[in-house]
């Protein structure tokens, strides 16, 4: 009798679709390791996200929002579990592996910084200061985390095909679709960047809406007219549209129409929703937190964990474990970080 591992993927061979990703024949791991009796290797990778250390911070990580009081709006960690529920809807219409869909989902921003896209620029930025040549991105940095920091330096060990989901998934500002050379190897890591998109879009709409800065009639009009006047309504005719282009197909898109419609509503965002999401005080302060805690954690390496060691090898081994340590914060924990440091104690006197 076969194990339940070798029986799921005996019905992979059976039920997916020809261009599906099939764990069985993954192009493996960094360090080989024996497989699981139980799970596939997708299963095991993404089991291997949902409990590390990275993906429990993102609960305490910006989506676009910093520090808001309210319950409602998004978190990173929120962010990913909707990206996580659009992409296994497509891949499950379209028969795709649903298993590798979900780790690369839930692995995509596990390298975001505190305080959302605005942390992320400062911290490219400063960390620019003391190594010219380097760069932070955090699609970079999430396969960073997976590949080198979790698990004390010896990384989750995940498989190519998550690994490369995970770096490719962003798309940033640009339009979609994604030119050859920046696409997934596989359609589930395409899903993701679609579903990426579709999540953020929809969910920064309602969470601005929610704050105030804009209401339902600012939104495009002929966007919603096109696509949908609920939250509900946009989501469904994205998905839609992406399964029945996508059908029987191997590459996954958008109808023309429906593509142009999504990515206008993706420049209202970037060009109405996030400048007045923070105003220039506050991305300044975030600014000068991520910039000042930088240089002074390189100036004490002492305070990050195995700081004076990357010290002792030479400046750009000590800016990139400052990076790392930094990028990995929470915003709370940043913020507890920056006034331990810069703002002065309060006196306590005895009696």
């Not at 839930?106 to 896209?117: I, N, R």
């Not at 995940?158 to 940033?172: A, N, Q, Y």
């Not at 920046?182 to 579709?198: F, N, W």
């Not at 002492?302 to 340590?325: F, I, M, N, Q």
Request: aromatic share 6%; glycine share 6%; net charge negative.
């Amino acid at each position: 009798m076969s194990i339940p591992r070798e029986q799921r993927e005996q019905l992979e061979n059976q039920i997916l679709s020809p261009f599906a990703a099939r764990s069985a024949n993954t192009r493996g791991r960094q360090r080989p390791e024996p497989p699981c009796p139980i799970r596939t290797a997708f299963q095991r990778d993404r089991d291997r996200i949902i409990h590390c250390k990275a993906f429990r911070r993102l609960s305490h990580k910006t989506q676009v929002f910093i520090a808001p009081e309210a319950d409602h709006y998004r978190t990173r960690l929120t962010h990913t579990l909707e990206v996580a529920q659009i992409a296994r809807t497509i891949s499950r219409a379209l028969r795709l592996n649903e298993d590798l869909t979900e780790a690369i989902a839930l692995g995509h921003d596990l390298g975001h910084t505190p305080f959302g896209h605005i942390g992320e620029a400062a911290l490219d930025a400063v960390y620019r200061e003391f190594d010219p040549d380097a760069r932070f991105h955090h699609a970079e940095q999430s396969l960073r985390v997976v590949d080198v920091l979790e698990k004390d330096g010896q990384g989750l060990n995940l498989t190519h095909e998550v690994r490369d989901g995970i770096r490719r998934h962003s798309k940033g500002m640009e339009d979609f679709p994604v030119e050859p050379e920046d696409r997934p190897e596989t359609l589930e890591g395409m899903v993701v960047s679609y579903a990426d998109r579709i999540a953020y879009i929809n969910h920064d709409i309602d969470d601005a809406i929610r704050a105030g800065l804009i209401g339902e009639g600012d939104l495009p009009a002929d966007c919603i007219a096109l696509l949908g006047d609920t939250h509900a309504k946009r989501i469904t005719t994205m998905v839609s549209d992406i399964v029945e282009h996508s059908a029987d197909s191997p590459a996954i898109s958008m109808g023309e129409e429906i593509e142009a419609a999504t990515n206008r509503l993706k420049d209202f965002l970037y060009h109405r929703v996030y400048p007045a999401a923070h105003d220039a005080a506050e991305g300044n302060r975030v600014r000068r937190l991520v910039t000042e805690l930088f240089r002074f954690l390189v100036a004490n390496p002492s305070a990050v964990p195995g700081g004076e060691e990357a010290a002792a090898e030479g400046a750009a081994l000590l800016a990139r474990r400052v990076c790392d340590h930094l990028a990995g914060m929470t915003d709370r924990f940043a913020a507890q970080q920056f006034e331990a440091h810069f703002m002065p104690r309060r006196w306590r006197a005895d009696g």
